[in-house]
């Protein structure tokens, strides 16, 4: 069982994918966290993210326990920056994908199914996952959001730097030639700008209940 949550940043795809996964006893794999680790690893080299080469050389090295997936230096503005122009080469798309694939048919722990959230799950990982939600927001709710959530982690940001941050991804991510953001056809499309996590929650439950006819355990 595969649920696929996508969207753009900080529309709460992470705290839905959670949440989903603890409800359903799912695993969850948050793939922008390998994108992130990609960037950061050619920025620590010294490298350019958007030179093809050097990018798709730090995804061939990046595995499951690379420690770098654990590092607090992966939430940064810089490192989202960093890892929306190592998405847009077309060989780290490729590098990762039999990673995501074999986490979503292979779920961890022998989990009975997997949450992928990121911006081309439901689309090119796993276009026959059972569920599909595609969570957005406007630019200047997601931003407050992320702006909260970095001061929240003691990572000093400015404002107005993230919004622009924000709208630059969100360009990038869209206009991309390889696996650009969009909802897949048979996504259902969830507009978070008025509604709370819980609110969210309740609706991805009602829809992933109306797709496969689970229902979270008590
Ligand atoms: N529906 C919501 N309403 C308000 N804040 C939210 C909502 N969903 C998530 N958040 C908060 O917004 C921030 C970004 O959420 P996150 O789940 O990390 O987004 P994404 O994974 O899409 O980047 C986090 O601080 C999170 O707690
Ligand atoms: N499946 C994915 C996940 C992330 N990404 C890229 O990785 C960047 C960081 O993703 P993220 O999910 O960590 O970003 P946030 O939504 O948390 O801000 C995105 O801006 C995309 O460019 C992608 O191309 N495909």
Redesign the pocket.
Same mark, same amino acid.
């Given at each position: 069982m595969v649920v696929a949550i996508d969207g753009?940043?900080?529309s709460g795809?992470?705290t839905l994918s959670q949440r989903i996964a603890d409800a359903f006893g799912f695993a969850h794999l948050?793939?922008?966290?390998l994108?992130?680790a990609v960037g950061v690893s050619v920025l620590r080299a010294g490298g350019d993210p958007a030179d093809n080469a050097a990018a798709a050389r730090a995804a061939y090295e990046l595995h499951p326990e690379h420690p770098i997936l654990q590092e607090v230096a992966l939430r940064t503005d810089e490192a989202?920056q960093a !890892?929306?122009k190592v998405?847009a080469v077309p060989e780290v798309r490729a590098a990762l994908l039999d990673f995501q694939r074999r986490f979503a048919s292979h779920p961890p722990g022998g989990a009975p199914g997997a949450v992928l959230d990121?911006?081309?799950?439901g689309t090119v990982v796993c276009p026959d996952a059972q569920a599909k939600l595609f969570v957005t927001a406007s630019v200047e709710v997601r931003a407050e959001r992320?702006l909260r959530e970095l001061q929240r982690r003691g990572i000093p940001a400015i404002s107005s730097d993230v919004l622009e941050d924000m709208k630059a991804?969100d360009a990038?991510?869209s206009q991309r030639a390889v !696996?650009p953001l969009r909802p897949a056809v048979d996504a259902f499309v969830l507009d978070t700008s008025a509604l709370d996590a819980d609110q969210v929650f309740s609706m991805a439950v009602a829809h992933i209940g109306s797709k496969t006819g689970l229902k979270p355990a008590a």
């Open positions: 753009p940043a900080a795809k992470g948050d793939t922008g966290v994108y992130r989202a !890892a929306s998405a990121g911006r081309d799950i992320r991804r990038r991510d !696996a």
